[in-house]
C-alpha cells in the first residue's frame, strides 16, 4: 500500500551514547588492552610428523537458580508477505510537496533550471499561471509568473507552451527569462509587467480547444498541433532559435464537437503527424481511429455521423504500440487498432474502480481513480501498487515528467487542496 508523506525536512541524527576507545596503548602497541579478552591458544607445533588438531571447546553451559524463571522468549516478528513469483513489487509513496493551495488547478508540469538545477512545478490554474520551487526547502512558496486563466501547458526545453487567457490564445512563455529574479524589479510583489514581454501569442490561434506535442523518432524533429473550432495549427521546433515556428495552417476544418479526443501518431515514412480525433469500437477488442492525416490534404475526417466511444486516455508508447483507456480497461493496439497480444505482457488490464486516466510506466500501468490509484504489473496482470482513501479525492493534474496530484477533503471540496509528487522505485 502507497503512504502519503509529509514534505521533506531537514534532519540531523544525534547519537545518544559513546564509544569506548579500544585501541591498544600508547606505550604498548603490539599488546591488547587491559580489559581485552584473552587470546585463543596456539595451534600445536608440527615437528616430522602431524598432530592431530584440536577439538573445538563448547562453551561453559550457563547455570542458573532451580528457582529462578526461565528467559522470556526474544519477540516474534512480523510475517511479511512476499509478491508472488515474477512480480517486481513497487515501492511508491505520495510526497506532498504544498499544504493549503487555494487555486483552482486545470493542469501542472515540470521544468528543471539548467543553471541552478533547482525543480520547479509548474501550475496552470483559472487564477493564472503558478509556479513552485522545490529546491526552496521548507520555505517554498508560489509565485505567480502570468496573471490569466490557463487550461492547458507542455514543457519543451526551457519554453512553456500553454492555452492561456479568458479567450484561450497559444502562448509561447520563455521559462528562463520569467525566473530570472536579478532583473525583475517586481520580484516579492507577484505579478510585473515586465513578464509580459517573455510571453507571445501565437497568430490566429485564438479559441483554441487543444493542443498536443509529438516527436517523430524517425527523423528526431518535435511538433506541435493546436486545433480551433475551424482549423489545425501545425509547428515545428527549431533548435537554433529555440522556439516552435508555424508550418501551416489548415483552414476550413470541419471538426467533431466537442473535441474530446486530439492526439498525434507517428507513422513511418510520414513527416507530419496523423491526428486522431476520434476512437470507435471495432471487431471484438480491437478499436478502430478517425484520423486526419496532415501530411495530405485529400485525408480528412469527414464522418460526423460516427458514435465514438468515451476514451479516458489515448498515447503512442513506441513506434507501433498505443494505449487506449475506456471504461474501466486499458487496451495495447497497433496503429491500426489491432490488439497486440504478447507472451511478456497483457494486451488487456481491467481495473476496479474505472479509472479516469492512467499512465504507462516501465512494466506497469497505473490508474487513477475519484478516491485513490491502483498499479497493475504488465507481465502478471497483479496489483503491485494501490491506495485508496474514501475521505479525499483526488486529480491527476500531469503525467509529463513528473506525476503531480492534487487532494482534497471529500466532505468539503471547495476547501483548500494538497499537492503532490508521485515517487517510486
Known amino acids: 500500500d502507497?503512504?502519503?508523506?509529509?514534505?521533506?525536512?531537514?534532519?540531523?541524527?544525534?547519537?545518544?551514547?559513546?564509544?569506548?576507545?579500544?585501541?591498544?596503548?600508547?606505550?604498548?602497541?603490539?599488546?591488547?588492552?587491559?580489559?581485552?579478552?584473552?587470546?585463543?591458544?596456539?595451534?600445536?607445533?608440527?615437528?616430522?610428523?602431524?598432530?592431530?588438531?584440536?577439538?573445538?571447546?563448547l562453551p561453559p553451559r550457563p547455570t542458573r537458580q532451580d528457582d529462578s524463571p526461565p528467559p522470556p522468549l526474544p519477540e516474534r516478528?512480523?510475517?511479511?508477505?512476499?509478491?508472488?513469483r515474477g512480480v517486481q513489487q513497487q515501492q511508491t509513496c505520495f510526497s506532498k510537496i504544498f499544504s493549503g493551495c487555494p487555486l483552482n488547478i486545470n493542469c501542472a508540469s515540470s521544468w528543471i533550471d539548467?543553471?541552478?538545477?533547482?525543480?520547479?512545478?509548474?501550475?496552470?490554474?483559472?487564477e493564472g499561471l503558478y509556479t513552485l520551487n522545490l529546491n526552496q526547502g521548507m520555505d517554498v512558496?508560489?509565485?505567480?509568473?502570468?496573471?490569466?486563466?490557463?487550461?492547458?501547458?507542455?514543457?519543451?526545453?526551457n519554453v512553456l507552451v500553454s492555452i492561456s487567457g479568458a479567450a484561450g490564445h497559444?502562448?509561447?512563455?520563455?521559462?528562463?527569462q520569467i525566473h530570472d529574479k536579478g532583473g525583475d524589479a517586481a520580484v516579492g510583489h507577484g505579478f510585473s509587467r515586465r513578464r509580459f514581454s517573455h510571453t507571445t501569442k501565437v497568430p490566429d490561434s485564438r479559441g483554441c480547444l487543444k493542443c498536443c506535442v509529438a516527436r517523430n523518432p524517425y527523423s528526431d524533429q518535435q511538433y506541435l498541433c493546436a486545433a480551433t473550432a475551424r482549423s489545425i495549427i501545425l509547428m515545428q521546433w527549431y533548435e537554433p532559435m529555440q522556439k516552435f515556428m508555424l508550418v501551416k495552417t489548415f483552414e476550413s476544418m470541419q471538426l467533431p464537437s466537442p473535441l474530446n479526443v486530439f492526439e498525434p501518431f507517428v507513422v513511418r515514412n510520414e513527416e507530419y503527424p496523423i491526428i486522431c480525433v476520434?476512437?470507435?469500437?471495432?471487431?471484438?477488442?480491437?478499436?478502430?481511429?478517425?484520423?486526419?492525416?496532415?501530411?495530405?490534404?485529400?485525408?480528412?475526417?469527414?464522418?460526423?455521423?460516427?458514435?465514438?466511444?468515451?476514451?479516458?486516455?489515448?498515447?503512442?508508447l513506441e513506434k507501433d504500440t498505443l494505449v487506449v483507456a475506456t471504461d474501466n480497461v486499458a487496451k495495447f493496439v497497433n496503429l491500426h487498432g489491432v490488439l497486440k497480444?504478447?507472451?511478456?505482457?497483457?494486451?488487456?488490464?481491467?481495473f476496479d474502480p474505472p479509472p479516469y486516466h492512467v499512465v504507462c510506466l516501465q512494466g506497469s500501468v497505473l490508474s487513477f481513480h475519484k478516491h485513490g490509484m491502483q498499479g497493475k504489473s504488465l507481465a502478471t496482470r497483479q496489483v503491485i501498487a494501490q491506495?485508496?482513501?474514501?475521505?479525499?479525492?483526488?486529480?491527476?493534474?500531469?503525467?509529463d515528467r513528473v506525476i503531480i496530484i492534487e487532494s482534497r477533503m471529500a466532505d468539503d471540496p471547495a476547501a483548500a487542496s494538497n499537492l503532490y509528487i508521485l515517487a517510486g522505485n
Open 77 to 84: 516478528k512480523p510475517t511479511v508477505t512476499r509478491p508472488a
Open 387 to 399: 491506495v485508496t482513501d474514501p475521505t479525499r479525492i483526488f486529480r491527476l493534474l500531469g503525467s
Open 170 to 176: 497559444l502562448c509561447m512563455t520563455n521559462l528562463v
Open 2 to 57: 502507497l503512504k502519503l508523506t509529509p514534505p521533506i525536512a531537514r534532519m540531523q541524527s544525534h547519537s545518544d551514547h559513546t564509544w569506548e576507545d579500544s585501541t591498544p596503548s600508547a606505550e604498548h602497541p603490539n599488546f591488547p588492552a587491559p580489559n581485552a579478552p584473552p587470546l585463543p591458544p596456539k595451534p600445536p607445533t608440527m615437528i616430522g610428523g602431524s598432530v592431530d588438531p584440536p577439538k573445538p571447546q
Open 341 to 350: 497480444s504478447s507472451a511478456r505482457q497483457a494486451a488487456i488490464l481491467s
Open 141 to 157: 512558496a508560489m509565485e505567480q509568473v502570468y496573471p490569466r486563466r490557463c487550461t492547458w501547458l507542455f514543457v519543451v526545453h
Open 114 to 126: 539548467s543553471s541552478s538545477r533547482s525543480q520547479h512545478i509548474l501550475l496552470g490554474a483559472e
Open 278 to 316: 476520434a476512437v470507435l469500437d471495432g471487431d471484438g477488442d480491437n478499436v478502430a481511429f478517425e484520423t486526419i492525416n496532415l501530411n495530405s490534404s485529400a485525408s480528412w475526417y469527414q464522418n460526423p455521423d460516427s458514435h465514438p466511444i468515451s476514451v479516458k486516455t489515448l498515447c503512442q
